[in-house]
């Protein structure tokens, strides 16, 4: 067994991650499926933009065919719907005491853990702004939340060892006995998230305005339902409050949350989500169907309805096959065909 971390895939979160690894002095090894980028990793060292640190790091970058041995922490950082073809990759890396990291978007545990072993997994939970630019090249624009939690909720000595690496890339980092309520939180920000890269207008743009803001605490509304229903208590993150998307929340408390979500992402210099980016820069399939689909479908097993959850999917889907524009339109059919 070795003992570098193994970032498997060295995108806008992993790189981030593991250069700032690097630089707080820790062996890092990255894997990518991305030639070019693996390529350029190797010839130039990893290279990290934007206005928290700007570096360029050294490490050994591999395609998953070309990894060799074992190793005993591997953070997954990649798009959450390749999260099972790469779990499946990296199972036979992974030592038998090891632990798989999954630094992610979505409830990923739940798709790593049957091939893996659930004993092997640590939930993870990650907002801090970041952009892969080209081979490379990864943008790092802004802080954000960074979580971490074993999934039973119990304090483990491997989980204090990794909440300690965490600080050294996020100092406000938290350690939580609540991993569940944190992804779920970003599952309900995540469908608002959705709802903004319908437009060509900023994650900010849209969540100030007040046009759109009662379709969106809808969308909210809908996913922390579901939730609830699987006795999950949303845990808030960087201006979102879940209680203040709660079927009893007053209108005063939905507001100060939206301008609290404004003003957090105002001051990144990440103006659109990656789901936009995907969209409308890289032209390539979101994770629409790894993050807001399993919502519809545990509400649907559940009896919770989710029009609005569903309507986002099918959105996506059009822009994605390039049957629908990007524009604000969007959300006022989004609110008229469900209302």
């Keep these: 067994m070795s003992n570098p971390i193994v970032i498997w895939g060295a995108g806008a979160i992993g790189g981030t991650l593991g250069a700032a690894?690097?630089?707080?002095?820790?062996?890092?090894?990255?894997?990518?499926?991305?030639a070019d980028h693996v390529a350029a990793i190797n010839e130039n060292g990893l290279r990290i933009e934007g206005p928290i640190f700007e570096d360029t790091v050294t490490a050994k970058a591999f395609l998953p065919e070309d990894l060799e041995g074992t190793y005993e922490r591997i953070f997954l950082c990649v798009k959450a719907h390749h999260t099972e073809a790469a779990s499946y990759a990296l199972v036979n890396h992974l030592a038998s005491?090891?632990?798989?990291?999954?630094?992610?978007n979505g409830l990923n545990e739940r798709v790593i853990a049957p091939i893996v072993g659930i004993h092997?997994?640590?939930?993870?939970?990650?907002n801090?702004?970041?952009?892969?630019?080209?081979?490379?090249?990864?943008?790092?624009?802004?802080?954000?939340?960074?979580?971490?939690?074993?999934?039973?909720?119990?304090?483990?000595?491997?989980?204090e060892t990794i909440y300690a690496m965490?600080?050294?890339f996020e100092p406000r980092a938290v350690l939580t006995d609540n991993i569940w309520g944190y992804l779920w939180g970003k599952l309900i920000y995540g469908a608002l998230l959705f709802g903004t890269a319908l437009t060509n207008?900023?994650?900010?743009?849209?969540?100030?305005?007040?046009?759109?803001?009662?379709?969106?605490?809808?969308?909210?509304?809908?996913?922390?339902?579901?939730?609830g229903a699987n006795n999950v208590v949303p845990e808030a993150f960087d201006g979102f409050d879940p209680t203040a998307f709660a079927p009893t929340a007053a209108s005063s408390e939905t507001t100060r949350s939206f301008d609290e979500m404004v003003a957090h992402n105002r001051k990144s210099l990440k103006s659109h989500s990656g789901i936009w980016r995907d969209l409308a820069v890289r032209?390539?399939?979101?994770?629409?169907d790894a993050q807001v689909l399993p919502v519809v479908e545990i509400g649907h097993s559940l009896g919770i309805p989710?029009?609005?959850?569903?309507?986002?999917?099918?959105?996506?889907?059009?822009?994605?096959?390039?049957?629908?524009?990007?524009?604000?339109?969007?959300?006022?059919?989004?609110?008229?065909?469900?209302?």
């Design 97 to 104: 005491d090891g632990y798989v990291v999954s630094a992610q």
């Design 283 to 288: 032209k390539r399939k979101t994770e629409v």
């Design 166 to 168: 965490l600080r050294q």
């Design 306 to 339: 989710t029009p609005l959850a569903a309507k986002v999917i099918a959105m996506i889907h059009e822009i994605e096959d390039g049957k629908r524009p990007l524009d604000l339109a969007n959300l006022d059919e989004l609110a008229r065909d469900v209302a």
């Design 201 to 227: 207008d900023s994650i900010a743009d849209v969540l100030a305005n007040s046009k759109y803001r009662p379709v969106l605490t809808r969308l909210a509304l809908e996913v922390g339902k579901v939730a």
């Design 120 to 126: 092997r997994v640590i939930g993870c939970f990650v």
């Design 21 to 34: 690894f690097i630089r707080a002095g820790h062996d890092v090894i990255f894997v990518d499926n991305a």
């Design 128 to 159: 801090f702004g970041a952009d892969y630019l080209k081979p490379g090249v990864v943008h790092y624009s802004g802080h954000g939340a960074v979580v971490v939690g074993e999934l039973d909720g119990k304090l483990t000595e491997r989980i």
